[in-house]
Every structure is written in structure tokens, then in C-alpha cells.
């Protein structure tokens, strides 16, 4: 091929360059002529010239999609499993379990999901971290503590906005509720936690996926929230069908606590 700049040349593409526009496409007139001056160059066949033409456009309009859906789900904390130190509880926590989470595919099949363990094994990282990969596959991905849920729902009760803000909830594909059970406070501050969280469920029904994680055993969930029918019928709500994980191991903080101290005293000295 030969770069010719013939005016059909030159209005083809013009027009090209116009179509681009109406639809959208942000691409260069520099750019246009230089993926041209390739194919050209290196005799790219029509599909190729065509990827080739659009491909960095489509990557970076992903791109921009997935980190709007990751400031959406607002997580707390920048987790990803690439830092998940799997070594520290290798023999409790299995890595292909989480990994096969990480793929989305019980957030397709609408499968709920319970991870239940002790504080500090890494529950939180982990679930930040699947909801994360949720966003890179399009998934749409909402997060929250338990605590933060509640008192949100509870203003909501107050201010007769409720039904809108459980409509909100609804429409994520993934609903992560982390730190269920990690003080009291859903009980010490909402006299209605069993029913604003039998709410939560209930509307989201089977239709999308919720994740809670917890440090309290199921038999502890009517104690916990002052209403054992409610909770009960919650806890049913949750768990028919549901994927559960009881992860068990030695604590991530209460290590870095002892680092931190041991270090400190070898500085002293």
C-alpha cells in the first residue's frame, strides 16, 4: 500500500472522522492517521485495521467504567487479593475457594455468600477484594458495615424515606455488609436492627447476590439483635442457598501488634 492522499482519499476520510464524532468515538484526526500510516506500513487486514482503529478507545471507556463502579461501591479500604498474605493461614484459608469467588460467578447465579470468622484473619480484605474484581467484570458493587447500613436505614425511618432507600439498595448486583456483629452497636443504637436488616433481604430477594460478613455464629444472631423470631427469619432469608465460609486462623493484627512492639523495643535498645 502506498499513502496516497487522493481528495476521495481526503474526503473519505473526512467523513470518517465526522461519523466518529456523531457517535461518540473519541478519536483524532492524529490518531486516525497514524493507525492509517500503519496499516499502510504493515499491510493490516480489515479487522485488524479496524481493532487497531478503535481498540484504545474501548479500553480506556472500560477503564473509566470500572473505576466509576469502584467509587460507587465506596469500599473503605484500596483491597485487592494480590496483597493477601496466603501464607500466614495457608492451612485454614484455601486459596482456590476465594480465588473461584473472585470470579463473579456466584454473583451471576445470584448466590448469596457468608464469611464468618474471627476478627483480624482477613475477612474484610477478602471481600473487599471480590467486590473489587465484581466492578472489573461490570458488576455493579455497593459496600457498607453493618453499623453504617443501619444508621442510614434508620434516618431513612425517620425521614419516610425508607421504601426509596431499600430500592437503592435492591439494585446493586452485589450488596457486601461487613462487620455484622463487630460491637453491639447495631443493637446498642437500632431497636429495629432485625427488622430494617429482614428488609434489606427481603428486597433484594433472589434477585441479586449479599455478602455478610460476621464474627458471630449463626446461633448467635437472635441474642445479638434482640428479636429471635425476626433475626431467625433473617438468618433463613440469608442462608437458604447460600455459599458459606468459615474462615479460621491466627489474627493478621494481633501479629502486626506484636511486629510493631518487638520493634519498638529493639529501637530502644
Keep these: 500500500m502506498t499513502n ?15 461519523h466518529f464524532g456523531v457517535l461518540r468515538i473519541p478519536i483524532t484526526p492524529g490518531q486516525f492517521d497514524a493507525v492509517i500510516a500503519r496499516a499502510e506500513r504493515e499491510h493490516l487486514p480489515h479487522l485488524e485495521f479496524l481493532e487497531a ?5 474501548a479500553n480506556q471507556r472500560r477503564e473509566r ?17 494480590e496483597t493477601f498474605d496466603w501464607k500466614f493461614n495457608a492451612a485454614t484459608i484455601d486459596r482456590v475457594q476465594i480465588e473461584e469467588l473472585a470470579t463473579g460467578d456466584f454473583i451471576r447465579r445470584k448466590d448469596n455468600l457468608v464469611l464468618v470468622g474471627q476478627s483480624g484473619v482477613g475477612k474484610s ?16 458493587v455497593r459496600y457498607t458495615t453493618s453499623a453504617a ?31 455484622f456483629g463487630f460491637d453491639k452497636i ?15 433481604i427481603d428486597a433484594r430477594g433472589q434477585q441479586h447476590s449479599t455478602a455478610l460478613v460476621t464474627n458471630i455464629d449463626f446461633e448467635a444472631w437472635g441474642d445479638y439483635l434482640g428479636d429471635v423470631p425476626l433475626a431467625m427469619a433473617f438468618l433463613d432469608r440469608l442462608v437458604d442457598g447460600a455459599i458459606i ?3 479460621k486462623g491466627k489474627s493478621y493484627r494481633a501479629h ?5 512492639a518487638k520493634s519498638v523495643k529493639t529501637v530502644d535498645k
Design 53 to 57: 482503529l478503535i481498540a484504545e478507545q
Design 149 to 179: 447500613l443501619l444508621k442510614d436505614l434508620t434516618t431513612r425511618l425517620a425521614d419516610q424515606t425508607l421504601p426509596e432507600r431499600l430500592r437503592y439498595y435492591k439494585r446493586f448486583d452485589l450488596l457486601i455488609i461487613d462487620e
Design 4 to 18: 496516497r492522499r487522493t481528495p476521495n482519499h481526503q474526503n473519505l476520510r473526512d467523513r470518517l472522522l465526522d
Design 125 to 140: 480484605h477478602i471481600m473487599q477484594s471480590v467486590g473489587r474484581r465484581a466492578c472489573a467484570l461490570g458488576y455493579r
Design 65 to 81: 467504567s470500572i473505576q466509576y463502579r469502584i467509587r460507587e461501591a465506596a469500599f473503605r479500604e484500596p483491597r485487592n487479593l
Design 245 to 247: 465460609l468459615k474462615l
Design 186 to 200: 447495631e443493637r446498642a443504637e437500632c431497636s429495629q436492627a432485625a427488622s430494617l436488616l429482614y428488609k434489606i
Design 256 to 260: 502486626r501488634a506484636k511486629q510493631a
